[in-house]
């Protein structure tokens, strides 16, 4: 599942669109779907989908033992 479709996914489960989680990241509409078109993501811009999602990102290794990297 690529990250464009998880989004995608946290949207709907927020009955958000992408067009209002767009300006509550504070970018245009048409920029944002430009991005979602790409998929391409910084670890900064997940943390702001995710707050505005009211909801947590993260990305990293999580080892048997709990350990996060």
Avoid: C, H
Wanted: proline share 3%; net charge positive; hydrophobic share 40%.
């Amino acid at each position: 599942m690529t990250i464009s479709q998880k989004i995608k996914m946290a949207l709907a489960y927020k009955g958000m669109s992408e067009a209002e989680l767009a300006r509550s990241i504070e970018t245009s509409p048409s920029a944002f779907n430009q991005r979602m078109k790409t998929g391409k993501f910084s670890s900064e811009e997940m943390e702001k989908i995710a707050n505005a999602l009211g909801a947590e990102y993260y990305f990293g290794f999580q080892f048997p033992d709990g350990t996060k990297v």
